[in-house]
Nanobody
Framework: QVQLVESGGGSVQAGGSLRLSCAAS????????MAWFRQAPGKQRGGVAF????????SYADSVKGRFTISQDNAEKMVYLQMNSLKPEDTAMYYC??????????????????WGQGTQVTVSS
């Protein structure tokens, strides 16, 4: 059974940084797409970034380009999200997601099969 466990959330002031981690276990796919999503209260869950295990191809939502960086450690089955220059609008529950296969298609919720429980990020002004 695939399990994704997020950690690293917290409260920071605007302009600060946080690094989220996602530990994956029970994964049987040789190649996979890992992603981070976020959901603020009263809003739909939206994609933040994805990375593919094969070649490290990445993609970012426009709202986080240049501020967030997704990375992975395939040997340790870890995915990270380095978040810099945080803004109050980045406040949300952040979720790690995964799907098997040779490609990352999009940052769409429906493309991902496995989800973590989330970690809260709060950015104060």
């Amino acid at each position: 059974q695939v399990q994704l466990v997020e950690s690293g959330g917290g409260s920071v002031q605007a302009g600060g940084s946080l690094r989220l981690s996602c530990a994956a276990s029970g994964y049987t796919y040789s190649r996979n797409c890992m992603a981070w999503f976020r959901q603020a209260p009263g809003k739909q869950r939206g994609g933040v970034a994805f990375i593919h295990s094969g070649g490290g191809v990445t993609s970012y939502a426009d709202s986080v380009k240049g501020r967030f960086t997704i990375s992975q450690d395939n040997a340790e089955k870890m995915v990270y999200l380095q978040m810099n220059s945080l803004k109050p609008e980045d406040t949300a529950m952040y979720y790690c997601a995964a799907r098997g296969g040779d490609y990352c298609y999009s940052l769409s919720v429906s493309d991902f099969s496995y989800w973590g429980q989330g970690t809260q990020v709060t950015v104060s002004s």
